[in-house]
């Protein structure tokens, strides 16, 4: 790509890697970078990273052999932002389902988060990455606590893509801990009920430090949201795509782009509203 697109261009987030299996050609329509409209980025996209198993299965692998390589898909999505602009990255990584996956899958999944942390941790913090996780952290184990705690500290005065990892998270165990934080408010005095709204109720939740997604992609070509940011997707567009996520790449953030850009946020008014008043990035 050119040396200036949207803005002046974050570095490379992630040097290339090794595991890359082949090299991709795809239609030039998908890998135009100059078909994005700057005027238009959303600022925060979220990710359901699906399809890790299934790509395995299909090459008669291990199911943990996808969790592998689908770190590759990682990389190049993290990259991707920095090189478009886009401010805030939510991958759905670990949810509280998936611990009652079998055993030997979770302890690799929580081997692969930790190897992977303490590979990645330096040169994240050198390209000015900020990292931040939400969840349940106390389900985690105390390794996994141990390096994601070193790795926000380390990278915790970063200005540049804010990475959000959502680990041991769900949705429905977000509302209802933010529903009992408020309660407790409410029960010591420091809060009334009439005073929740949107805003308030915003500040109980996981994600109270940033923006609402605009866009969520999900891979492998499931069509739900999975107990995933179900407060904050209320008005995001949703694109579903059937490339598995070890196979998802820059081409394919492209594209979800500018299917989002394809499409009239009207946020409950008409499109002469729309037109005559855009509304802007939730905030």
């Known amino acids: 790509m050119s040396d200036q697109f949207c803005q002046e261009p974050l570095p490379s987030i992630f040097v290339p890697s090794h595991t890359f299996r082949k090299k991709h050609t795809y239609h030039n329509s998908m890998s135009d970078l100059s078909a994005i409209d700057c005027t238009k980025l959303p600022k925060h996209i979220a990710i359901i990273m699906d399809g890790n198993g299934r790509w395995a299965k299909e090459r008669n692998e291990d199911r943990v ?5 689908g770190v590759v898909s990682v990389r190049e999505i993290v990259n991707a932002c920095g090189e478009i602009g886009i401010e805030y990255l939510t991958l759905y990584a670990f ?10 899958e979770v302890d690799a999944l929580m081997e692969l988060l930790v190897n992977t942390l303490r590979k990645e941790i330096n040169e994240l ?4 990455v900020k990292l931040h996780v939400i969840g349940d952290m106390q389900s985690m184990p105390a390794i996994c606590r141990k390096e994601l705690s070193e790795a926000m500290d380390i990278t915790k005065d970063n200005t540049g893509v804010n990475l959000i990892l959502a680990l041991s998270y769900s949705s429905r165990w977000e509302i209802m801990e933010a529903a009992k934080k408020f309660a407790t408010d409410v029960a ?3 809060q009334q009920t009439e005073n929740l709204d949107d805003t308030l109720f915003h500040t109980y ?4 430090k940033f923006p609402d ?5 999900r891979t492998s070509g499931e069509h739900r949201i999975s107990n995933y940011l179900l407060y904050q997707l209320a008005y995001a567009e949703l694109y579903f795509t059937p490339v598995h996520w070890p196979d998802f790449r820059k081409p394919h953030f492209i594209e979800a ?3 989002y850009q394809q499409r009239e946020r009207r946020f409950g008014k008409t499109s002469d509203q729309i037109q005559t008043n855009p509304p802007q990035h939730a905030e």
């Open 95 to 104: 949810s509280t389902e998936n611990w009652s996956r079998p055993k030997a």
């Open 213 to 217: 997604p605009e866009l969520m992609i």
């Open 257 to 259: 782009i500018i299917n």
């Open 188 to 190: 010591a005095g420091r």
């Open 125 to 128: 913090h050198k390209n000015n």
């Open 205 to 208: 939740l996981e994600t109270k």
């Open 65 to 69: 052999y996808g969790h592998y390589e």
